[in-house]
């Protein structure tokens, strides 16, 4: 019996060594393997924004806030093009003269070609002498060629309304109402917006002759 218990001892222990042995191993194992392997990196997070961002070839296009108007061309006034301001709607007559409007509003921009006679202009300071038309509130409007312009306030057939005619600076000095372009008028309300004055004199002075 004592023969019996030190047999099955032995193998008991031998069990428990081999145990021991394998669950090692596989620990080990397991810790070699770990190790050889990459570190786990987190996914970044796709945000919102990138979601909603084009990811297509097309680019895009910012939208122009100008469109071009082309006019003129009536003997003895150019041919030209202005660069006219979205917003402002374009009328053009070509019945026996040339003319173009742009209108915003109660606002109107006037150019126009045709048999027509001018007159000389006189700002605040100058002598008015015959066949000139005396203006006031002076504006420059510079051109990107050509003789400078000059904007002033004109006397008003409408009493409802302000009317501005632009002058073009000739050799001598002077001022007269026909320029290059044709005749150059602004109607406005009576106390016309600065904002709305500066983009007509904008467009005014985009002129180019063609």
Not at 69 to 98: C, E, H, M, R
């Amino acid at each position: 019996m004592d023969k019996f218990f030190a047999v099955f001892g032995k193998f008991v222990l031998f069990i428990v060594v081999a145990g021991a042995l394998v669950g090692g191993g596989i620990y080990v194992g397991q810790k070699v393997q770990t190790k050889n392997q990459p570190p786990f990196s987190q996914p970044t997070p796709t945000t919102v924004a990138q979601l909603l961002t084009p990811t297509g070839s097309v680019s895009q296009q910012p939208q122009s806030t100008h469109f071009l108007v082309n006019g003129g061309g009536v003997a003895p006034f150019k041919a030209y093009t202005l660069s006219a301001i979205n917003g402002w709607k374009l009328t053009t007559d070509q019945v026996n003269v040339s003319k173009v409007t742009l209108t915003q509003g109660d606002y109107q921009l006037i150019i126009a070609q045709g048999a027509m006679g001018g007159a000389g202009c006189t700002f605040p300071g100058q002598p008015q002498a015959e066949m000139t038309v005396a203006l006031t509130n002076p504006v420059d409007i510079s051109l990107l060629a050509g003789q400078p312009l000059r904007r002033g306030t004109a006397p008003s057939a409408n009493s409802a309304k302000a009317n501005f005619t632009v002058c073009q600076k000739n050799a001598d000095g002077s001022y007269g109402t026909l320029t290059s372009f044709g005749a150059i008028n602004y109607i406005t309300p009576l106390s016309p917006s600065a904002d709305v004055l500066a983009q007509m004199d904008a467009m005014v002075g985009s002129l180019q002759s063609k």
